[in-house]
């Protein structure tokens, strides 16, 4: 019997329909002889909306407990109306306030979907429609087959349309937004989704899309089931109703019963505007009994007078053939699959052990299936039941013997090195790669939990225009929890604003749902630098923005995909002693994201320690001292430590979780939520050599011992992190102070206009000095120099830049090169207005950073000359169709900005930086304190300190470091205005690149 063993590796642990396997024509069939009733009330109740064309008909409930074949029923619903041309919505409820634009959201969910007549439904109306109005071969072939529609198609096919039916006229605006929603360009179908979604939408011509206010949510309702019903018959499934009793009763906050009960009410009164705002349209409520009566409770009689009367389902399977029947149905893929031919179809459930299966419903019925297999799969052989009650041990004469959990780790790891993380940063890996890896994941983390498949469910989607990938749905407390999962697998900013739009309208984000707690988390492989890339202000970056503010955006690392790849190899090949392995050793739970998001187990094994850093540099060692953290950034962050060790972080709602890892510590990830409290692995540093005192302590530790600014160590960056009046400035000046006094010059950007005193002496000896200050402060004063520049003033020190960094500096290194250029055309975006994420800016982009790399190559970087190489560009300087044109357009805006900022133009004289940094004769360092006075907008601010950073760039390129680890201190106080955690600003990239350097 080793094939049927085999074969039975093969079955899904859950035979269970989920919600999304309504979708899935290869989902269980049906078996005839379970709920025939209401499957006939099901079948008459789409004829009569199909015979009802300008008008819809009565709803239809389907009551019955779980497991009696509710989403089943729907999903043959589905079936049968597509098989008669019509169309399928399940409404998928976001906020009782919302509920149209939350219809108009599960219409367009619903046309993105399978449909059996096309590839989707939206394809299968525009076909239907297009034939029925006799639309030519050429627009149809344009719009439905090369899915490229332009202005002319779409109005040939609209006016086609109206022709054939003149009340059709009111939808036109409508249904060019669902031809613009199926073209393959992202541009174009985001348009279409942004006008039926009631957004913004830009202007294009070539489009057809023109100034005006989007239509209302329900006229929108209204057009599309105008249109679908010359197609067919709508069913409207809904099946969320026992969620919201559920919360409602069980819940302890006030606001969640209250909620509740009004959206039960608010949904009943909608459900009878459905009616009459649509056409050939039926309502099938599918719930529980005691839901049903809820529901009548909730409305007023007018509503439930709406719907046909109840429809309940069998509670008990009707015969042991039926029983047979249905095993035989779920089974027969899993043989088929493998080959294997089975004595009789239901085996190894003979018929005469079904005796009793009158008694059970189908759900209770294919658990005990479901766990006698997983029975004889793990003693490693087949045995016949005897009776459906009897699951005692089976006989394991013939027991196959399993892995070692020693071979299923060499497996784990041979997997993991066969992985192509090339692939992960492909946008077409995200659906056909990342999901089922993610899937995989998911089902490892459930099995490694123990957690019950019935209450933790695990779901992929279907279509790839679905808003997520996989989702989780966690059953187990009185409000459902639910953590919807994308992979993003590119920086592109229209694919990206098409995405997580998506998933934020999916994951019920920035919702009060009563419903359930609802979760959106983002996973992010797209390459490092493609992404957060997009300029400041732009759409894509508002949406990622405030997507982190409510759902959580992480960043994968490699040893997770190579887990999840692994995973997903293991379980597809059905390896035996897969599970027992997967809950000794829990891969999926040690991963970052599903720490991140579920929180570590607290009996998770630690990870192997780390080798033993290089003597003399300081060991990080995990302490039980902890502190709690209230970081905004929800994104996923690495924080890297001394001595090979790092902290990883999250956060979401201004939660932030830390731990240590690295040198034999280990982590504790707080799970995520609005209240969730993080630990925050605390480092002691041990056996730290210091610094001999060539420079004052900069603060003491609690237990008295000195704080030394180490020039070694700041040569990796210091950050100083803290609230509004601690001491950041003050810790800044010690900081400055001490590298002056060990030789090292400093640049300070003084935004408030604190730090010009730092040349004056006290009049008298400070109180809160330590020992020995007054010492250090004599000697600071005779050998170090403070210098105050006053950019934008031609009083006082002027101070300009040149726009462009200097090329020459950076000729002989090609990557360096690179940068320059990627670093200066990042500068050059905002000021030439070609910062959005449109085609247009892309290509304007694209001919401007050509442009750029063709014109310094020979090492120029004088920008006058750039402005005129741009009004006359060679034809070989860019690839890009008509860029000369694009070109003189640049160069027309950017002279425009240099009329307007002067800053931007560098009025007077540009200095080398080397100036600010090169003491006067018989001075040890100079402090240029950069004064902000003369520029009094942030732009002006971010674009002068855009073009130090430039210089700087070139700078330090023509002057390494000799003889020590610093050449000088950049020193930026208030940094979060110039290289903000989110958004972008004109000096982010040059901020970056400086400090990546």
Known sequence: MSDALEALRRAPGDFAVTPDDIWDDHARPHVPGINEIAMRAVEAQIDLAERSPKSSVYGLPLVGEGGRGKSHLLGQARIAVQ?????????????????????????????????????????????????????????????????????????????????????????RKTLRGLLLLHSRDEHAADLGEEYLTGGEVDVDPDLGITRSNPKPPKEVVRDLSHLMSRCGATVIAVDQVDDIVRASKTSSEQRHREGAT?????????????????????????????TWQEFERSTVATVTHRFEPVVPLDSELPSTDVAAALIAAILAPVYAEAGFEPPYPSYPFPERSLANAVTFSPRQLLRIVGAHLRSCVAAGAVTEIEYLEDLAP?????????????????EFERFQTEVDLVKTTESSAEFHLLRP??????????????????????????????????????????????????????????????????????????EADPIEDAHGILWVTAPEDSWRRWSSGSQVLELVDRFGRHGTEILASENDLKVFYALHRMETQRIPGYEDWLRRRRPASGTYLLRAVFGAPVDIPVRPAAPAAPQGTPIVQGTSETRTSTAGDPRFLTIPLQGGAHARATATGGSINVGAIGDGTTSRVGSIGNSAVGQVGMAEVLKYQLPAPKAPAIGR???????????????????????????????????IESAALQGVSSIVLDPNNDLSRLGQRWPEPPEHWLDGDAAWAEQYGETVETVVWTPGRKKGRPLSFKPLPDFAAVLDDSDEFDIAVDTAVN?????????????????????????????ARDGSSDFEGFLLFLEDLPDEASSIVKAPDIALRLASTLRAAVINDRVFGGSGPSLDPGVLLTPSEGKRARISV?????????????????????ALFSWAKRNPAIGGPLSCLLVLDEAQTLAPSSGTTICLASTLALASQ
């Open 83 to 171: 098989e008669h041309g019509g169309f399928f919505v399940r409404l998928n409820i976001l906020h009782f306030e919302q509920f149209w634009p939350n219809l108009v959201g599960s219409y367009l969910y619903a046309l993105n979907m399978p449909h059996r007549k096309a590839t989707t439904g939206l394809a299968h109306l525009i076909k239907s429609l297009g034939k029925q109005a006799n639309v030519s071969e050429k627009v149809m072939r344009q719009i439905l087959s090369d899915r490229q529609p332009d202005d002319e198609s779409v109005s040939r096919y609209i006016e086609a349309v109206r022709e054939m039916d003149p009340t059709l006229g009111g939808t």
């Open 394 to 410: 089976v006989n394991t004469s013939t027991r196959i013997i399993e892995l070692p959990l020693v071979d299923l780790d060499s």
């Open 262 to 290: 009004q959206l039960l009410d608010m949904l009943g009164v909608n459900l009878v505007d459905v009616r009459d705002e649509t056409r050939r349209t039926t309502v099938i409520l599918a719930c529980l009994e005691s």
């Open 930 to 950: 950069i004064n902000f006075m003369g520029l009094p907008t942030e732009e002006q601010r971010q674009g002068f300190v855009n073009q130090l950073e430039l």
């Open 701 to 735: 530790r609690l237990d008295g011992r000195p704080v030394y600014a180490d020039l070694k160590a700041m040569a990796k960056h210091t950050g100083v992190f803290a609230g509004s009046g601690s001491g950041k400035t003050v810790l800044l000046r010690r900081i």
């Open 437 to 510: 890896w993610l899937l995989a994941g998911l089902n490892a983390y459930r099995t490694e939990s123990s957690r019950d498949p019935e209450q933790f469910k695990v779901i992929q989607s279907v279509g790839e225009r679905q808003g997520f990938h996989v989702e989780v749905l966690d059953k187990s407390e009185p409000r459902t929890r639910r953590w919807s999962f994308r992979a993003l697998a590119t920086g592109n900013g229209n694919a990206v604003l098409s995405r997580v739009r998506g998933l934020y309208a999916w994951a019920k984000l920035g």
């Open 827 to 855: 500068s050059l975006v905002p000021r030439a207005r070609i910062g959005r994420a449109t085609p247009k800016d892309d290509y304007a982009k694209a001919v401007l950073k050509q442009a750029l790399a063709a014109y």
